[in-house]
């Protein structure tokens, strides 16, 4: 799904960038310019990376105990 249409990026990349070490919507615009131009996306961003950490960290708690 399109989060940012200015600069046509999806959720995925959004994703990807939080998997790659990305931790804020400052460090997602860095790197991909997501909410840098009209920023209707930003709150959905938001949202997305915040959901996306938690998964990892849920992930990393699993692992630990197994």
Same mark, same amino acid.
């Given at each position: 799904m399109?989060? #940012?249409? #200015?600069? @046509?990026? &999806?959720? &995925?990349?959004i994703r990807d960038a939080v998997i *790659?070490? /990305?931790d804020s919507l400052a460090d997602v615009r860095r790197d991909l310019g997501v909410a840098s131009n009209c920023g209707c996306c930003a709150k959905c961003a938001r949202q997305l990376i915040r959901q996306t950490r938690q998964e990892i /960290?849920?992930? *990393?708690? @699993? #692992?630990?105990? @197994?």
């Open positions: 399109y989060v #940012c249409l #200015c600069k @046509a990026i &999806t959720d &995925t990349r *790659d070490g /990305a /960290a849920s992930l *990393d708690e @699993a #692992c630990q105990v @197994a």
